[in-house]
């Protein structure tokens, strides 16, 4: 059974900083073969991407919303994806969301092999 953890999400004021985490675990997943990403989902909105690095982390695609202000990292070792969050805005606000799929274009079109379960981000302006 795969499991994509995510964390790190909480309230914080406009201009202020967060840092997600995902923990991938599951004994028939191979975290370093796959792409990995964030997506978020405000309330009343479609799910929309957000960025995605590639399995070696040379890689790193951003949605223009986010370029400039979100970073997305991996640590093979410790089968985590991170995403650095700053300059956050009040229009970041959404629940942020892991995923993983095996071909990293598959991915940046909304396609997932795993997901998570979310993590709540709220901006306060």
């Known amino acids: 059974q795969v499991q994509l953890v995510e964390s790190g999400g909480g309230l914080v004021q406009a201009g202020g900083s967060l840092r997600l985490s995902c923990a991938a675990s599951g004994r028939t997943f191979t975290f370093s073969i796959h792409g990995m990403g964030w997506f978020r989902q405000a309330p009343g909105k479609e799910r929309e991407f957000v960025a995605a690095i590639s399995r070696t982390g040379d890689s790193s695609y951003y949605a223009d919303s986010v370029k400039g202000r979100f970073t997305i990292s991996r640590d093979n070792a410790k089968n985590t994806v991170y995403l650095q969050m700053n300059s956050l805005k009040s229009e970041d606000t959404a629940v942020y969301y892991c995923?993983?799929?095996?071909?990293?274009?598959?991915?940046?079109?909304?396609?997932?092999?795993?997901w998570g379960q979310g993590t709540q981000v709220t901006v306060s302006s």
């Open positions: 995923a993983a799929h095996f071909l990293l274009g598959r991915l940046l079109n909304g396609e997932y092999d795993y």
